[in-house]
């Protein structure tokens, strides 16, 4: 029975979204103003997109579902911690996430910043505390401590604060989108796949051009959805390539993405494959 | 020959400050204001205290000093980015630390928050890839989870913040402490013993009996060396038990610590006892 997309996009939600509702502290536990706060950041109805792509290619490569558990609330845990301190006053400014008062708003600036550094400490909890083996623990630990640092997601944030609009050219704008938003993807793509048996080189580094390709495409994609409003203060890759050229780019990546789920000899109805083509869609 | 508390503290903060030197990235490497503030928070003549417990107690139960790199440098990393996240004007505001601008003064917020946060994601990372077997890095790890999550040292200082002064009383106060600054003391005393070989339940619980109580010693210590200097608004134990029961109360914390180190079988020589006699002067 080939996959339902719907169908599998409710159930891993759900799946996660009780993970993480386990995992979080209750919020009637001391220190109860920072959990109540972690919960509302985590909680908040996100598109759960690193998990799902955790799961989709943990279950493509053979891993058990069990496994997938705990690093893909890591994932998701370290996504919303950096959300929270994006939005802070001092970074990108933002009162407003998901359509809710972002953390800072609807708590405080110091309990912001709390639950933003106790949400990254619980995906290394979590993590640690895995029913993982302690060896695979600690490859997932290797490729989510590098891919949040600062040589990551961290130090994109930090690449992207720096620079100014008039000292940008495509290939910085490019590093910022790899390290910034795409080394989190990559990671969930990657941490999937090592929960999994007998997983060789050459199948990870097929899923490490894989995923970043996709980490790309899902940027310029967002950039050619928002294209209408841009803005001349907002410098992406429409702005930069133009539509047409954007539109070309994305074209390209998808291919590549294509051509590297070849490579890993993914059935058309795997979950890597029907995630793929839904989140890409055209 | 009897160990030189001079020539022990000299040896063993050049180790410190040495191999942090090593793990730290360079300042000239993207993201290098990021970089840079990194290691300005880190390298600047900062007591070490908690990785010299750490060697302390590795030492003293036989570890091998190699063992106890990774972890005497992940633990004080753990606790720069604490200070530098405490400083924060929503924190505690702070702009001087250890004599100089504190990382938000020296650089921006923004660099300050993500200097924190890359500064904790770094006390993973080198644990992660140390030397140690991943059973013990894995036990490790969960110690120092533990100790700095939202039940640990971040959960102190939001329990800190949130506490109106006139709701303060010596069991909260304790209790503030007891995560805050303590947990990370303990983590520094048992992550050492873990690097030892077969340790044991026992040594583990006298360690974190002694731990808890020099942790708190070390408070009571501090709080009459500035007794002087007591404003009406600072609260602690000299304010709250005046200085005479404090005076006390640290001479039975004294008397605990030794009994623990008693059970612990260690010799009078030993790097554990000299470093909490030299620690905790009369």
Redesign the interface.
Known sequence: MPMNINTYLAEHCQRINSSLTKYL?ESNT??Q???AA?RYSVLNGGKRIRPLLLYASGETLGAKPELLDAPAAAIELIHCYSLI?DD?P??DNDDWRRGKPSCHKAF????A??A???L???A??IL??SPL???K??EM??IL??A????GM??G???D??TPSDHLTIELLEQIHHLKTGALIRASIKLGALAADNITETQLDHLEKFATALGLAFQIQDDILDADEISEHKINYVSFLGLETAKDKLRQLKQQINEQLGYLDCKTDSPLQILTQYTLCD
Not at 108 to 111: C, Q, Y
Not at 148 to 151: E, L, M, Q, V
């Open positions: 502290p001391t220190p103003k920072l959990h972690m301190h802070l001092a970074m405080d600036e110091a309990t910043i709390l933003g550094d106790t990254y400490n619980l290394f909890t640690t505390r083996s302690a060896e623990c600690r630990l290797t401590t590098e949040s640092g600062s040589s961290a130090g944030q930090a690449l604060l720096t």
